[in-house]
C-alpha cells in the first residue's frame, strides 16, 4: 500500500487519525485548522473523499460525515476514507456561503499557494486531499430558504461517474454541467471521480437529507470496492436520469402559499403556489410549464417578482420518479431513532 500523508502527518494502513490541517488565521489572531478524518483500511483499495460545507452556510453535510464516522458498516474498510466535514471554516463561522474576501471557493479551484484567500484555500485542499484519492463525493444543500430534494449531480456522460452516481441509489440523477473554477473540475483535471450530493436546506438540518445522504456514502462505497457489496433490505429504487431542469419564477412580488411540495410529480398548468398582497387578494397563480418533479423550492412565504420559486426537473417518466421517492422515504424508516446504516 502507498504511503498517506496528510499535512504532515503520515497514517499508516489500518490505523485512524483525527488531523487539523492549519489554515490562514483570523484577524484576530486566532488560529484556525480544517478538521479532517482519516481511516485506512488494512487491506489495499480506494481512496476516497467526502467533503462537507464547501459553502459555509450548508452545513448537513457536516452531520452527514458525523454519522458516516459512527457507522458500523464502515468499520472493516479496505483502502483509506478521508473526510472533511468543514472545509470552508470561515464559512461556517459566518454562517455564510462565502469566504471572508467574498470570493465563492466553489468557483476557486484549483487556487495557488499565492492568490486570493479562496484559492489558497482551495489549493491546499487540492494539494492535501483530493490529489491523493481516487474518488470523491461533495456534500451540498440548496440555498437560505430555499430546499433541495436529494439528488446526485454529476457528469454523467462520464461512464465510471454515471455508475457511482447510480451507486448512490437515490431516484433523482441531474447530468450537471461543470462550472468553471468548481472543485469537480480541478478534481476531474486530475482524473478524480467526483460526485455531489444536494439535499435540504443552508442552515439547517435536515434528518430525510442526512438519512439518504449516508446511505448514499456507503452505497457508493460498496461499488468502489470498499466495502463488501450486501443484499440490498426493503424495495430496489430506481434511478432515472432529468433530461433537463429549470426554475419556474414570480410572476409577481407577493405573499406565497405554496401548494406543491419536494418530490412531486407536477404536470402543465398544474398551480405550485398562489402570490397574494397584504391584504390577502390573490394577485396571480405560479404554474408549471412542463409535466416533472419538483426538486428544489422557496419556503419563505415571501416573494419578488422573477424570483426563482420552484425547481422543476424534467424526466421521461415522472410519475415512476414520484413513486421511487415514496419508496425511498419508507426505506429510510422516518421517525424511527436509530437508525442502522
Ligand atoms: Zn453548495
Avoid at 436529494?150 to 461517474?161: G, I, M, S, W
Avoid at 390573490?282 to 416573494?303: A, H, R, W
Wanted: proline share 5%.
Amino acid at each position: 500500500m502507498k504511503p498517506l500523508e496528510i499535512g504532515g502527518v503520515s497514517i499508516l494502513p489500518g490505523e485512524t487519525k483525527r488531523i487539523e490541517l492549519p489554515m490562514p488565521p483570523l484577524y484576530t489572531d486566532t488560529v484556525l485548522s480544517m478538521p479532517i478524518h482519516v481511516q485506512r483500511g488494512k487491506r489495499d483499495g480506494p481512496t476516497m473523499f467526502v467533503s462537507g460545507a464547501i459553502h459555509g452556510d450548508e452545513l448537513n453535510g457536516i452531520e452527514i460525515i458525523n454519522r458516516l464516522m459512527k457507522s458500523k458498516s464502515i468499520k472493516s474498510l479496505r483502502g483509506t476514507l478521508i473526510t472533511v466535514p468543514i472545509v470552508n471554516v470561515y464559512g461556517v463561522l459566518n454562517q455564510s456561503r462565502y469566504l471572508p474576501d467574498r470570493r465563492d471557493l466553489n468557483r476557486s479551484f484549483p487556487g495557488s499557494k499565492k492568490g486570493s484567500l479562496a484559492g489558497r484555500l482551495a489549493n491546499l485542499f487540492i494539494k492535501e486531499i483530493v490529489n491523493k484519492c481516487d474518488v470523491g463525493i461533495d456534500l451540498h444543500t440548496g440555498a437560505i430558504h430555499r430546499s433541495n430534494l436529494p439528488q446526485v449531480r454529476a457528469d454523467l456522460d462520464d461512464p465510471e461517474t454515471l455508475a457511482m452516481a447510480e451507486a448512490f441509489g437515490l431516484p433523482v440523477l441531474l447530468n450537471a454541467d461543470i462550472r468553471e473554477g468548481s472543485l469537480r473540475q480541478a478534481a476531474g483535471d486530475l482524473g478524480v471521480k467526483v460526485i455531489l450530493y444536494e439535499a435540504g436546506e443552508a442552515l439547517r438540518y435536515d434528518e430525510f437529507s442526512i438519512r439518504a445522504g449516508v446511505k448514499g456514502i456507503i452505497n457508493v462505497m460498496r461499488h468502489v470496492g470498499m466495502l463488501n457489496k450486501r443484499a440490498r433490505k426493503g424495495h430496489e429504487i430506481s434511478r432515472f436520469i432529468a433530461r433537463q431542469s429549470g426554475w419556474v419564477r414570480a410572476t409577481e412580488s407577493g405573499f406565497v402559499n405554496h401548494i406543491a411540495q419536494l418530490g412531486d410529480h407536477v404536470c402543465k398548468g398544474s398551480v405550485l403556489a398562489s402570490i397574494s398582497d397584504p391584504y390577502g387578494t390573490e394577485l396571480s397563480s405560479v404554474t408549471c410549464p412542463e409535466e416533472g418533479v419538483v426538486i428544489g423550492k422557496q419556503n419563505i412565504p415571501l416573494t419578488q417578482e422573477g424570483e426563482a420559486m420552484y425547481h422543476i426537473a424534467y424526466f421521461r417518466k415522472p410519475d415512476s420518479v414520484a413513486e421511487n421517492l415514496e419508496l425511498l422515504q419508507d426505506n429510510l424508516v422516518l421517525g424511527e431513532p436509530s437508525i442502522v446504516y
